[in-house]
């Protein structure tokens, strides 16, 4: 009986590279987030730093310190969206990898069911082989 193969062996490989794809964008994405997280949490900080208006203060002065903090809030907002946004690209980048996982997985298991039926194929030539040497010696043993 000839060596099995999977007829489906390159389009298998070519899955795994796209599982392999899938799962380094992953990880890329979930990188993102966490430098996302970083910067948006020194923005933050940086917000929290800014003096309170506390006592009385020339009208330039408070002005400064409304525009400081207006353009601070400014950055934080901008920082808390990337972060949404790099959060949003994690689940996109989790879905890619997932159905490509599936694709693979679905190969892997055909080619598990072609690989047992390729042994039970071989197993019932053997059986059938022994039989019929068996029967041949016996009618040669008749014979003789």
Do not use: I
């Not at 992953?26 to 800014?50: F, I, K, P, S, T």
């Not at 934080?76 to 972060?83: H, Y």
């Not at 959060?87 to 996982?101: D, F, L, S, T």
């Amino acid at each position: 009986m000839k060596r099995y193969r999977f007829r489906l062996e390159t389009v298998l490989r070519v899955r795994r590279l796209e599982e392999d794809a899938a799962r380094a964008g992953l990880l890329a994405a979930n990188q993102a987030v966490a430098q996302a997280c970083a910067v948006r949490d020194r923005a933050l900080a940086h917000y929290r730093g800014l003096p309170a208006e506390l006592g009385p203060s020339s009208t330039a002065d408070l002005r400064r310190n409304r525009q400081r903090a207006e353009l601070a809030a400014a950055v934080l907002r901008a920082r808390q969206g990337a972060l949404d946004e790099a959060a949003r690209e994690v689940v996109r980048a989790r879905e890619q990898w997932m159905e490509a996982a599936s694709r693979v997985k679905v190969l892997e298991r055909l080619d598990q069911r072609r690989r047992e039926e390729h042994r039970l194929e071989a197993e019932r030539a053997e059986t059938r082989f022994l039989d019929d040497v068996g029967a041949r010696s016996r009618e040669d043993a008749r014979v003789h």
